[in-house]
């Protein structure tokens, strides 16, 4: 099986978890790692494994400190049609949807922090914090969020030996989470979350992947 159909299998029983939670009256359209519960009644995301799907050996870059280089990716470019305002956008605590997903991302250190942006780019540019964010406009965001991870891909540090993928409505990501796959990741092609009720974002891909990541098409690669 190619990395690619191995990440799209993945995929498929994590959207499935989430209809299934969707259909049992649990927060459709967020996501939101922190009201997992795990069966002692202990949040989740406190309780997250990682499962490496594919084992490899990818080239081992290093920055002068020696210290892996890792870049974070937060995809936010749907044009939220069906719920009529730009999901990104919508209040969140302190903060919009968007904006607490970055603080998380950016609690976890990465070394670059890209965000893809799509329809609703100005008002998002104009409503959220984008300070230490790399921001990549995806102009052919209506043909899924694969797009945009081709795009965001395009503006990855070239140091970097992977990327930890994450999606614009996940501001209840554990960043103890973020830097543990961040930590453990290079070592492997693929890693996924694996959680008391499926496999999640985020997800580890190694730069030796980006070449068939480019060639997926439509919602797959993203799991949104």
Same mark, same amino acid.
């Given at each position: 099986?190619?990395?690619?159909? /191995? &990440?799209?299998a993945a995929?498929?029983?994590g959207?499935e978890?989430e209809?299934?939670?969707a259909?049992g009256?649990?927060? %459709?359209? #967020?996501?939101?790692?922190?009201?997992?519960?795990? !069966?002692d009644?202990? %949040?989740?995301?406190r309780?997250?494994? *990682?499962?490496?799907l594919?084992f490899?050996?990818?080239?081992?870059?290093?920055n002068?400190?020696?210290? #892996?280089t890792?870049?974070? +990716?937060?995809?936010a470019?749907? @044009? @939220?049609?069906?719920?009529?305002? %730009?999901?990104q956008?919508?209040?969140?605590?302190?903060?919009t949807?968007?904006?607490?997903?970055?603080?998380? =991302?950016r609690g976890?250190g990465? !070394?670059?922090?890209?965000?893809?942006?799509?329809?609703a780019?100005e008002?998002?540019?104009d409503? +959220?914090?984008?300070?230490?964010?790399?921001?990549?406009v995806s102009?052919?965001?209506?043909?899924?969020? @694969?797009?945009?991870?081709? /795009?965001? &891909?395009?503006?990855?540090?070239?140091?970097?030996?992977?990327?930890? *993928?994450?999606?614009?409505?996940?501001?209840?990501?554990?960043?103890?989470t973020?830097?543990? #796959?961040?930590t453990?990741? %290079?070592?492997? /092609?693929?890693?996924v979350?694996?959680?008391?009720?499926?496999?999640?974002?985020?997800?580890? &891909?190694?730069?030796?992947?980006?070449? /068939?990541l =480019?060639?997926?098409?439509? !919602?797959k690669?993203?799991?949104?």
């Amino acid at each position: 099986m190619s990395i690619a159909a /191995e &990440l799209i299998a993945a995929l498929r029983k994590g959207n499935e978890r989430e209809r299934n939670r969707a259909a049992g009256g649990g927060r %459709p359209g #967020m996501r939101h790692d922190g009201d997992r519960r795990a !069966d002692d009644g202990t %949040p989740a995301a406190r309780r997250h494994r *990682l499962l490496v799907l594919r084992f490899g050996m990818p080239r081992h870059i290093r920055n002068p400190a020696g210290r #892996m280089t890792v870049t974070g +990716v937060v995809l936010a470019a749907g @044009s @939220s049609r069906r719920l009529g305002t %730009p999901k990104q956008l919508l209040p969140y605590r302190d903060t919009t949807l968007l904006g607490a997903t970055l603080d998380v =991302a950016r609690g976890a250190g990465f !070394d670059q922090l890209i965000v893809t942006l799509g329809g609703a780019a100005e008002k998002v540019r104009d409503t +959220v914090p984008l300070a230490g964010v790399d921001v990549v406009v995806s102009d052919d965001h209506g043909a899924g969020c @694969s797009a945009s991870l081709r /795009e965001a &891909l395009q503006r990855v540090d070239p140091q970097a030996a992977g990327i930890v *993928l994450m999606l614009g409505d996940q501001p209840g990501v554990n960043p103890a989470t973020l830097r543990q #796959m961040a930590t453990r990741g %290079p070592a492997a /092609e693929i890693m996924v979350c694996r959680y008391a009720d499926g496999i999640g974002h985020p997800f580890w &891909l190694s730069r030796t992947i980006f070449g /068939e990541l =480019a060639q997926l098409h439509g !919602d797959k690669g993203c799991g949104g």
